[in-house]
């Protein structure tokens, strides 16, 4: 079964601070993405990865950044965190060739507070 | 940017009656999914709509792509408590990059008993 996890279900750090989000997928998926949720905006897509060490913006990339380095494995980096970076965060994955009827897989999210 | 706007942002409905949710846009898009997502997990595919016009049944869900793949419909006919969840459309573009879709905002549904 396929399978996306994310390190943490629920995380409290301090403004200031730097943040890492770990996700790994175990399906071989060259396309990665991060998501945050926040209620009445719907998922919103932060950065995506199509290879390893590659990247490319979403349309809400301030404040983040993304490291690549191994095919299973997309870090979201929240350099000085604020409180406005409190949300929820979502992994997703899918294959290279995307086909219309292909999904992206989700983990379970992270819940993250910033104080 | 693609936009895709969902309609209405919150349901609370009893079992046993029906629903509609609405997912538009003036943008065109290749495909659009819908997911559904249950507290502390991730969104789970439903079904995907390809061509136009398309209508697809899952049980008593009921998904149609609209004739210019500009909007979509999800209805739900007798709904029940395990119905409740947040409801997403997703849109992927012709214009748009790799694998990227585009979410609405979503559709909260509560069922009560």
């Known amino acids: 079964d396929v399978k996306v996890t994310q390190s943490s279900r629920y995380l409290v750090k301090r403004t200031g601070e730097k943040v890492f989000l770990e996700c790994v997928q175990d399906?071989?998926?060259?396309?990665m993405f991060w998501y945050r949720q926040d209620p009445g905006l719907g998922l919103r897509l932060i950065y995506f990865?199509?290879?390893?060490?590659?990247?490319e913006k979403g349309d809400i990339p301030e404040g983040y950044s993304v490291s690549r380095e191994k095919k299973e494995r997309f870090s979201l980096i929240l350099e000085s965190a604020s409180t406005n970076q409190t949300s929820m965060y979502l992994c997703?994955?899918?294959?290279?060739?995307?086909?219309?009827?292909?999904?992206?897989?989700f983990g379970d999210g992270t819940r993250l507070s910033i104080l | 940017t693609q936009l895709l706007e969902q309609s209405p942002q919150f349901l609370s409905i009893q079992e046993g009656e029906n629903l509609t949710v609405y997912c538009n846009s003036s943008?065109?898009?290749?495909?659009l999914q819908w997911y559904r997502q249950e507290p502390g997990e991730g969104p789970v595919l439903l079904v995907t709509?390809?061509?136009?016009?398309e209508v697809k049944k899952l049980k008593r869900l009921t998904f149609q792509f609209g004739d210019a793949r500009k909007d979509s419909s999800l209805h739900i006919t007798a709904a029940q408590p395990g119905d409740t969840g947040l409801y997403l459309c997703?849109?992927?573009?012709?214009?748009?990059?790799?694998?990227?879709?585009?979410f609405g905002e979503g559709t909260q549904l509560t069922v009560n008993p």
């Open positions: 997703a994955s899918s294959p290279r060739q995307f086909s219309r009827n292909q999904p992206q897989h």
């Open positions: 399906m071989d998926h060259e396309n």
């Open positions: 990865s199509y290879d390893v060490k590659m990247k």
């Open positions: 943008s065109v898009f290749s495909s």
């Open positions: 709509v390809v061509t136009g016009g």
């Open positions: 997703a849109g992927k573009g012709k214009e748009t990059s790799g694998s990227r879709l585009t």
